[in-house]
């Protein structure tokens, strides 16, 4: 059965950190570019950073560059997204993604 949870999200003032994982199972992680999209109330949900099945290349948002971090081990079937200097336009349901495969999300909401 195909699994994409993800955790770390929660209530952070402007300008701190979140650290966001997915932990997948019953797919061939290794072998898929894994993704983080987000998706704010009363808007459609964007691609924020993606990673490749080596690591070795990365992609973001302009939104978020600079700023987030992906990352994957490929031996412990995980994608993490290191979120720092965060903004209240961060504020989303953010989604772990690899193929056709997705998590239930994790919420984020950045607030003084």
């Known amino acids: 059965q195909v699994q994409l949870v993800e955790s770390g999200g929660g209530l952070v003032q402007p300008g701190g950190s979140l650290r966001l994982s997915c932990v997948a199972s019953g797919f061939p992680f290794g072998n898929y570019v894994m993704r983080w999209y987000r998706q704010a109330p009363g808007k459609e949900r964007e691609l924020v950073a993606s990673v490749s099945p080596g690591a070795d290349i990365t992609t973001y948002a302009d939104s978020v560059k600079g700023r987030f971090t992906i990352s994957r081990d490929n031996v412990q079937d995980t994608v993490s997204l290191q979120m720092n200097s965060l903004k209240p336009e961060d504020t989303a349901l953010y989604f772990c993604?690899?193929?056709?495969?997705w998590g239930r999300g994790t919420q984020v909401t950045v607030s003084s």
């Open positions: 993604n690899g193929g056709s495969h």
